[in-house]
């Protein structure tokens, strides 16, 4: 079965520059988190979603962060406009979620984005 | 108080020990817990999950001590293969299916 589907693997842009990072969580799971990890600050959680609907996104840095998720088999992370500091790896991972019953937690993470904001 | 603490390392240990990491956390209504992996320059991985008292898998075993709010990764015989980062992580307080994750204990194991 495909894991978590990232891309692209590799992003170098200039400061200023729109950035699109893709995400397609496993099928079937109905969580779908996005995560960015630099040196200095470990692992953060920017937003997740419930049923394509964003449910946290307290983790975003600011206004240039905007992620969505228009079907139960995609999302975007987008930084516009993008700066230095925003150079990380930018995580996207996915679990399945029940109110109805047991929850497990798993989250399964895809290979990430490499983001270089020169 | 961070939610999830974890000793950094590194741990350099040879071929063959056995060594132990600590995991300290400050959500008593934690239920499950869980341990993931991360080789340098790729995505963290699931290693355990730990439901109740702990759980066992070939060289690896994890623990959890709900009383002094710890769980701990026991890798017994290691490998080369074993040298990276593991974390700890846990459910968010109040935080619905959000994980917390520790910044992570980096083992080397060594010829």
């Known amino acids: 079965d495909a894991g978590v589907i990232q891309s692209p693997r590799h992003e170098v842009t200039e400061m200023g520059q729109e950035v699109t990072l893709r995400c397609k969580p496993i099928s079937g799971h109905n969580s779908l988190f996005w995560y960015r990890q630099t040196m200095m600050r470990g692992l953060e959680l920017l937003i997740y979603?419930?049923?394509?609907?964003?449910?946290?996104d307290s983790g975003m840095p600011e206004d240039r962060f905007s992620a969505k998720m228009p079907n139960a088999s995609f999302s975007t992370l987008k930084i516009q406009p993008s700066e230095p500091r925003d150079s990380a790896v930018y995580f996207c991972?996915?679990?399945?979620?029940?109110?109805?019953?047991?929850?497990?937690?798993?989250?399964?993470f895809g290979p990430g984005t490499r983001l270089t904001v020169t | 108080r961070k939610e999830v603490e974890q000793d950094p390392g590194p741990f350099n240990v040879p071929e063959g020990a056995t060594v132990a990491f600590n995991c300290t956390y400050s959500?008593?209504?934690?239920?499950?817990f869980f341990w993931y992996r991360q080789d340098c320059r790729k995505e963290p991985k699931l290693l355990m999950s730990v439901y109740s008292s702990g759980n066992e898998d070939g060289r690896f075993t994890a623990q959890l001590n709900r009383a002094s709010q710890y769980i701990s990764l026991l890798i017994r015989d290691s490998k080369l293969s074993d040298s990276a980062t593991y974390l700890c992580v846990a459910p968010l307080r109040g935080g619905g299916n959000k994980l917390t994750f520790g910044t992570g204990t980096q083992l080397k194991v060594e010829l």
């Open positions: 979603f419930n049923n394509n609907v964003p449910i946290d």
């Open positions: 991972a996915s679990s399945f979620h029940s109110l109805a019953g047991p929850t497990t937690y798993e989250q399964y």
């Open positions: 959500n008593s209504a934690s239920q499950s």
